[in-house]
């Protein structure tokens, strides 16, 4: 049984522990180069007494020796003088050549993040156990564990103002030679484009409308667009519809077929064609759909670490999600919560999250078509706005003047007013696309005629 404690003993290194301690009496210079250490990272209790006291010390600006370090334990209540005065003699002795001390902190480091990971692993397996939650909720809060371990690092080191300036005039050098090399992602709506000079990476972008706008068709346009164009992994996270809905719903709009006909099967020679020649183009984008209802943040999190491009990731729509449990009694600090955590994946990733959310219902005249939606309409949450970086909201006041919204009784397209709310790194303002109900398409409102060539 002894045999198997030390066998299964956690991982530290006494050797390097006291000689980090030792090397700081002798030399209390020297604490600079291992201050991005914490005491929890020492394993041994008196070790990480000892480290806090120094770092206390630091910080108030005083004199580390041994007389004076045995001084602030004491005050501490974690040794009595005597002892104290022992073992910081004798850590002294073991003090080694100052220069190796760096060294010494990274083994230190490094034993601590494997005992993180060992507790890290016996949570997952208390959780898996407990079977509290299903097992996707399980899992994905096991794969969040290991990656809060995997992601600690050290701080960074000041940099000088002309660093950074010089980089500055690398990119406007950049930019006056070509303008669009530094341009985020493009949505391939160039009106936008212009306004919002692409999606930003790590930008989260709002897109607001009431039910019936086509929010759901935008998002996947514009991800139907980055795939195409970038060759990245799009992902996309539909919480309201189904795979194969989805998947209809993009072959409609890049075949430019009536959405009728992929219901009924009734196409003609040419549909049959435009069909095929939609599926080779999809078939050679990189677009993952997943639609487990009820997702959280923390599970589409452990999904996007199994996609190695990643260039984009769309999430229809927010208010079908749930947050990560403690704040279910209050929908607004959940949405919050849900919000805030979609920001911080977003620059995680490093790339834009398209977030679909509803609208109010408003007023009577907003119901009516008569009124633009503004931002005071994001539903539940005034964090939408505050952790968004773009908010576009859509709104086709043509759809208000057919009374029982029925796809056959619009017009061939109509017009939409895309509404740039709020725009972090940018201008804001109205951009016109059109909007082809049938293929659920929406084009920039200058290219209309072309579209409505294909669809004869």
Not at 371 to 397: M, N, Y
């Amino acid at each position: 049984m002894a045999e198997l404690e030390s066998i299964r003993r956690m991982p530290y290194s006494v050797e390097a522990e006291q000689a980090i301690l030792g090397t700081i009496l002798m030399d209390p210079l020297r604490y600079d180069d291992v201050s991005f250490l914490t005491p929890d990272e020492f394993y041994l209790p008196q070790h990480q007494q000892i480290f806090e006291a120094i770092t206390k010390m630091f910080l108030a600006d005083r004199q580390v020796d041994i007389v004076t370090l045995i001084d602030t334990l004491t005050q501490m209540g974690t040794y009595t003088e005597g002892d104290a005065g022992k073992y910081l003699k004798a850590l002294a002795d073991l003090a080694t050549t100052a220069s190796n001390i760096g060294e010494y902190a990274k083994i230190v480091q490094d034993k601590a993040l494997l005992r993180k990971l060992i507790h890290a692993s016996q949570e997952i397996s208390e959780n898996a156990f407990s079977e509290l939650g299903d097992a996707a909720e399980i899992l994905g809060k096991a794969e969040q564990s290991i990656a809060e371990v995997t992601e600690r690092k050290a701080g960074k080191e000041f940099e000088h103002i002309r660093d950074a300036i010089l980089r500055n005039y690398d990119t406007l050098l950049q930019l006056k030679n070509d303008p669009e090399s530094l341009m985020g992602i493009r949505t391939n709506f160039e009106m936008l484009d212009r306004v919002l000079l692409g999606l930003g990476s790590g930008n989260l972008v709002i897109v607001g409308a009431r039910p019936g706008m086509g929010k759901t068709s935008f998002a996947m346009n514009i991800a139907c667009n980055v795939a195409k164009s970038t060759k990245k992994d799009v992902a996309i996270f539909s919480l309201e519809m189904t795979t194969e809905e989805l998947s209809s719903r993009l072959l409609c709009s890049e075949a430019l077929l009536d959405s009728k006909c992929m219901r009924t099967g009734r196409l003609s020679d040419d549909e049959w064609k435009r069909l095929g020649d939609a599926m080779s183009v999809l078939n050679e984008t990189e677009i993952w759909i997943d639609n487990t209802p009820q997702i959280t943040v923390g599970m589409m999190k452990s999904k996007l670490r199994k996609l190695k491009n990643l260039g984009l990731v769309v999430v229809d729509h927010l208010q079908l999600m749930n947050g990560e449990g403690k704040n279910r009694e209050n929908r607004v600090l959940e949405v919050a919560q849900i919000t805030g955590s979609l920001k911080v994946m977003a620059k995680e990733f490093g790339v834009p999250v398209i977030l679909c959310s509803q609208l109010s219902r408003g007023t009577k005249e907003q119901k009516e078509g008569n009124k633009k939606p503004s931002l005071t309409d994001l539903r539940e949450s005034g964090a939408i706005e505050q952790d968004a970086d773009v908010v576009l909201l859509l709104h086709r006041a043509e759809y208000y003047k057919v009374a029982d919204h029925n796809a056959e009784e619009l017009s061939d397209h109509e017009m939409c007013d895309c509404i740039v709310a709020k725009n972090r790194h940018g201008t804001i303002g109205n951009v016109r696309l059109a909007w082809y109900g049938r293929h659920f398409r929406f084009v920039t409102a200058d290219e209309r005629e072309d579209s409505g060539g294909a669809e004869a």
